[in-house]
């Protein structure tokens, strides 16, 4: 890089140029000058071979622009000295007062900001000493990268473009990160038009058609568009959301909403589908917006469906009707939950399974994955089977308490009643059905010879879901005595690579004598349930044919 010579000076002052001191200037030797016009330098600024600069008038300062970057009808491109980025931002996740929330940074996986939201000791008693300095390494720099095209914006001030990257359109970005990790030719960062961003990192994500975020990570694969708006909210893998509101929200991969009048709020999701008008609230009047829940992975929620926080909602589970009194249907997964007109809930578990929807999600999920055909470096590490050891051990679980619930009697007005939910004996005792008929489909699947696994007289380990990671929990307790996010990573991949070996572990030690006794009948009931899900789906075509024969001109 070298400085510009008086004759330089001349020549991009008669192109409409100023600055405030030309010494601040650094060019490239090669650069061609005829592509900057219109340009106001305020301070530091070095630009590579091939750039184009045109049409800035606020000013460009504190910055490098990378070789063939394009800037062109810009408010202003700022950057402050020692400015961060949005690296390191506090994004206050799940209790909106600030007690979970999540450090931001490049390579952020959805596992680590579960840990750091759901376990905020581990964050204070073990990264306390390490956080500052690896936030500190992340800090992106202050530059336009090569490649990226940055045109008809507003301000743009302390915003990190990174590689590639497009910004077409914004209205203002501050305090941010855009990156791009993608093989070259197949960026996938993008910011649309109308965009307002502020403390945000986007990484191989997309902002579109007037998204707003504020504290935000947007991950890899991520589209925010079509006005959707959030603050202190996370989004990681293939996340879709458009036209609604996010607030607090940890959105785990897949997750969608489309609509209008949706409001995510203080909840943890994974693989969730949100109906138009779903809404929730954290906020009792009392001690301030402090209460939170989880939607376990795969719940959707129908069309003006209402929960109030907190709340633990069963994984693969669809929720109806409003529901306020603080529902637990983690122990039953696959299950409806229908809030009366108490707002009490009422479940009727496992008849999900039953849905041919649930196969077509498992089967949709890896063919939807916008991260694969860009040779991205996955940071979120992502299970997609809908039937696996957490899911099962549940529902093993779910079939004692079950048993125990069916020896009691009903109430006066014939329901049941746990921990605050309601279900009538009859939908119980389909449940146990359901839930032995799922259990031996997903032993056909995970055991092709039909033959249990030597139990080596050890307990079987809890598994547990975090961030869209099936792991065993010894893996997570490990993983909280790491001292850095490099650390745990480690341990999670390590925990994922070797996913099948420890499966087939749990599955040997997990099973009692009473499964073992009926291993032929293996075979048998996956092919009952396979017959139980075409019959659905049977029925579901003859609906819709005759809708259509309905609706026909």
Same mark, same amino acid.
């Given at each position: 890089?070298?400085?510009?010579?008086?004759?330089?000076?001349?020549?991009?002052?008669?192109?409409?140029?100023?600055?405030?001191?030309?010494?601040?200037?650094?060019?490239?030797?090669?650069?061609?000058?005829?592509?900057?016009?219109?340009?106001?330098?305020?301070?530091?600024?070095?630009?590579?071979?091939?750039?184009?600069?045109?049409?800035?008038?606020?000013?460009?300062?504190?910055?490098?622009?990378?070789?063939? &970057?394009?800037?062109?009808?810009?408010?202003?491109?700022?950057?402050?000295?020692?400015?961060?980025?949005?690296?390191?931002?506090?994004?206050?996740?799940?209790?909106?007062?600030?007690?979970?929330?999540?450090?931001?940074?490049?390579?952020?996986?959805?596992?680590?900001?579960?840990?750091?939201?759901?376990?905020?000791?581990?964050?204070?008693?073990?990264?306390?000493?390490?956080?500052?300095?690896?936030?500190?390494?992340?800090?992106?720099?202050?530059?336009?990268?090569?490649?990226?095209?940055?045109?008809?914006?507003?301000?743009?001030?302390?915003?990190?473009?990174?590689?590639?990257?497009? $910004?077409?359109? &914004?209205?203002?970005?501050?305090?941010?990160?855009?990156?791009?990790?993608?093989?070259?030719?197949?960026?996938?960062?993008?910011?649309?038009?109308?965009?307002?961003?502020?403390?945000?990192?986007?990484?191989?994500?997309?902002?579109?058609?007037?998204?707003?975020?504020?504290?935000?990570? $947007?991950?890899?694969?991520?589209?925010?568009?079509?006005?959707?708006?959030?603050?202190?909210?996370?989004?990681?893998?293939?996340?879709? *959301?458009?036209?609604?509101?996010?607030?607090?929200?940890?959105?785990?991969?897949?997750?969608?909403?489309?609509?209008?009048?949706? *409001?995510?709020?203080?909840?943890?999701?994974?693989?969730?589908?949100?109906?138009?008008?779903?809404?929730?609230?954290?906020?009792?009047?009392?001690?301030?917006?402090?209460?939170?829940? $989880?939607?376990?992975?795969?719940?959707?929620?129908?069309?003006?469906?209402?929960?109030?926080?907190?709340?633990?909602?069963?994984?693969?589970?669809?929720?109806?009707?409003?529901?306020?009194?603080?529902?637990?249907?983690?122990?039953?997964?696959?299950?409806?939950?229908?809030?009366?007109?108490?707002?009490?809930?009422?479940?009727?578990?496992?008849?999900?399974?039953?849905?041919?929807?649930?196969?077509?999600?498992?089967?949709?999920?890896?063919?939807?994955?916008?991260?694969?055909?860009?040779?991205?470096?996955?940071?979120?590490?992502?299970?997609?089977?809908?039937?696996?050891?957490?899911?099962?051990?549940?529902?093993?679980?779910?079939?004692?308490?079950?048993?125990?619930?069916?020896?009691?009697?009903?109430?006066?007005?014939?329901?049941?009643?746990?921990?605050?939910?309601?279900?009538?004996?009859?939908?119980?005792?389909?449940?146990?059905?359901?839930?032995?008929?799922?259990?031996?489909?997903?032993?056909?699947?995970?055991?092709?010879?039909?033959?249990?696994?030597?139990?080596?007289?050890?307990? &079987?380990?809890?598994?547990?879901?975090?961030?869209?990671?099936?792991?065993?929990?010894?893996?997570?307790?490990?993983?909280?005595?790491?001292?850095?996010?490099?650390?745990?990573?480690?341990?999670?991949?390590? &925990?994922?690579?070797?996913?099948?070996?420890?499966?087939?572990?749990?599955?040997?030690?997990?099973?009692?004598?009473?499964?073992?006794?009926?291993?032929?009948?293996?075979?048998?009931?996956?092919?009952?349930?396979?017959?139980?899900?075409?019959?659905?789906?049977?029925?579901?075509?003859?609906?819709?044919?005759?809708?259509?024969?309905? *609706?026909?001109?």
């Amino acid at each position: 890089m070298k400085a510009l010579s008086q004759q330089e000076i001349q020549t991009l002052k008669s192109q409409g140029c100023s600055s405030s001191d030309w010494s601040d200037i650094k060019v490239s030797p090669e650069l061609d000058l005829d592509n900057i016009h219109n340009v106001r330098f305020s301070g530091p600024v070095e630009i590579h071979t091939g750039a184009v600069l045109r049409n800035i008038p606020g000013g460009i300062s504190g910055c490098q622009i990378k070789e063939n &970057a394009v800037i062109e009808n810009v408010d202003s491109i700022v950057f402050d000295p020692e400015a961060p980025h949005g690296v390191g931002t506090l994004a206050a996740v799940l209790d909106e007062s600030g007690s979970r929330s999540v450090y931001i940074y490049p390579g952020l996986s959805s596992q680590i900001a579960t840990l750091m939201a759901r376990e905020p000791r581990w964050v204070q008693n073990q990264l306390e000493h390490h956080i500052r300095d690896f936030i500190d390494s992340k800090i992106t720099p202050p530059e336009i990268g090569e490649g990226a095209v940055v045109k008809n914006c507003g301000p743009i001030r302390n915003v990190s473009i990174g590689r590639e990257v497009t $910004v077409d359109g &914004a209205s203002r970005l501050e305090n941010g990160s855009l990156i791009n990790n993608a093989s070259p030719g197949k960026s996938f960062t993008f910011v649309g038009s109308g965009v307002e961003a502020e403390n945000f990192i986007l990484e191989d994500g997309r902002l579109e058609s007037k998204a707003m975020v504020t504290n935000c990570y $947007v991950g890899q694969g991520a589209v925010l568009s079509h006005g959707f708006s959030a603050h202190d909210s996370l989004f990681f893998s293939n996340c879709s *959301l458009e036209n609604g509101e996010a607030h607090s929200v940890l959105a785990g991969p897949y997750t969608v909403s489309m609509h209008k009048g949706t *409001l995510l709020i203080g909840c943890q999701t994974s693989f969730m589908n949100a109906g138009s008008s779903t809404n929730q609230s954290n906020h009792m009047y009392k001690l301030g917006p402090v209460h939170w829940g $989880v939607l376990e992975r795969g719940v959707k929620t129908s069309s003006g469906s209402y929960l109030m926080l907190g709340a633990k909602v069963g994984a693969f589970s669809l929720l109806m009707g409003s529901h306020k009194t603080h529902p637990d249907s983690s122990e039953f997964p696959f299950s409806y939950l229908f809030g009366d007109e108490r707002g009490a809930t009422v479940v009727v578990p496992a008849v999900m399974l039953r849905s041919c929807g649930l196969l077509r999600d498992e089967m949709k999920w890896p063919t939807r994955d916008r991260r694969l055909k860009r040779k991205l470096p996955l940071h979120d590490h992502i299970t997609f089977n809908v039937l696996n050891p957490f899911t099962v051990d549940t529902m093993l679980n779910a079939i004692s308490t079950i048993e125990d619930l069916l020896t009691r009697p009903a109430d006066d007005d014939l329901y049941m009643r746990y921990k605050g939910m309601k279900f009538t004996r009859a939908a119980l005792e389909r449940a146990k059905s359901l839930y032995t008929t799922a259990i031996f489909k997903y032993l056909s699947i995970t055991l092709p010879e039909g033959k249990f696994p030597e139990n080596d007289n050890v307990p &079987a380990s809890k598994w547990v879901d975090l961030g869209g990671a099936i792991i065993p929990r010894e893996y997570l307790e490990k993983a909280l005595e790491s001292e850095n996010p490099v650390d745990t990573d480690s341990i999670l991949k390590e &925990a994922m690579d070797n996913y099948n070996e420890l499966e087939l572990q749990w599955i040997g030690r997990r099973f009692n004598e009473w499964w073992r006794q009926r291993e032929e009948y293996i075979r048998f009931n996956a092919a009952k349930f396979d017959e139980m899900v075409e019959e659905d789906r049977q029925q579901y075509l003859q609906m819709l044919t005759r809708e259509n024969e309905m *609706l026909a001109l």
